[in-house]
Nanobody, 114 residues
């Protein structure tokens, strides 16, 4: 059974940083790409970042390019999202997603506020 568990969210001031983690289990993690998505209040869920199975290829939505970094540690079955220079508009619930399995984590809240 595929399971994704996010952690690392919280309250941070504008300009601050957070690192989100997503621990995966139930599948061969190192064989599959992973995504991060987010959903702000009153808005649809949107794709944020993607990483290939080896970590060698990454992509980002335009609004986070240069500020967020997705990376993974296949020895720990974990994918991360390092978020720097956070803005109030980054406030959202952040979700880990395994596209191959169409499986979502429970989400972790990120709030950027003075």
């Amino acid at each position: 059974q595929v399971q994704l568990v996010e952690s690392g969210g919280g309250l941070v001031q504008p300009g601050g940083s957070l690192r989100l983690s997503c621990a995966a289990s139930g599948f061969a993690f190192s064989s599959y790409a992973m995504n991060w998505h987010r959903q702000a209040p009153g808005k649809e869920r949107e794709w944020v970042a993607r990483i290939s199975n080896t970590g060698g290829t990454t992509s980002y939505t335009d609004s986070v390019k240069g500020r967020f970094t997705i990376f993974r540690d296949n020895s720990k079955n974990t994918v991360y999202l390092q978020m720097n220079s956070l803005k109030p508009e980054d406030t959202a619930v952040y979700y880990c997603y395994a596209p191959r399995w169409d499986s979502w984590g429970q989400g972790t809240q990120v709030t950027v506020s003075p």
